[in-house]
C-alpha cells in the first residue's frame, strides 16, 4: 500500500507544480505561499475532523510537536523558495532540480536516521543527482 501512496504523492506533486506555476503569475512568491498554506489547512482539518483522528491530540507528545513544527518551518522554506523559482522560471526545469531533495532525503536518511544505504538505494540517488545537474547545466 505504501507504493500506491507514494505513486500517489509523486501524482498530485506533479499537479502542484503545474497549478502553482499558474498560480503565481500575477501575484508575490510570498502571498501565494501563504494562500496555498490557508487551503492546505482548510483540506487537512477537514479531513482530521470527518474522520474523527482530531481526539489524539491531546496525546501527541512534546518531541512530536517540536520536529513537526521544525518539519513545519523546513516545509514553508521550501515552498517559498519553490514559488519564488516558479516565478523566474520554466516548471520544466524548477520541479526536475526542486526533486534532488529525493538524493538530499536518501543521504540524509542514511546518516542521521541509521537507515540502510544498499547499492540501489545508493544508484538511484546518484541517477536522481545525475539527472537533476543536466537539466540544471
Do not use: C, N
Amino acid at each position: 500500500m505504501w507504493k500506491v501512496s507514494a505513486l500517489l504523492a509523486a501524482f498530485f506533486a506533479a499537479l502542484t507544480a503545474i497549478f502553482s506555476k499558474i498560480g503565481v503569475r500575477d501575484i508575490d512568491a510570498s502571498l501565494a505561499t501563504a494562500v496555498r498554506v490557508s487551503f492546505i489547512l482548510l483540506l487537512t482539518w477537514g479531513i482530521v475532523l470527518a474522520s474523527g483522528t482530531a481526539r489524539s491530540l491531546r496525546s501527541i507528545s512534546s518531541h512530536s510537536l517540536l520536529f513537526l513544527f521544525l518539519s513545519a518551518m523546513a516545509t514553508g522554506l521550501s515552498w517559498l523558495f519553490y514559488f519564488k523559482a516558479l516565478q523566474i522560471s520554466d516548471v520544466s526545469k524548477v520541479a526536475p532540480i526542486d526533486k534532488l531533495s529525493v538524493a538530499i532525503t536518501i543521504f540524509l536518511s542514511i546518516v542521521f536516521l541509521g537507515e540502510p544505504a544498499s547499492l540501489k538505494t545508493i544508484l538511484g540517488g546518484l541517477v536522481i543527482t545525475l539527472g537533476s545537474l543536466i537539466l540544471l547545466l
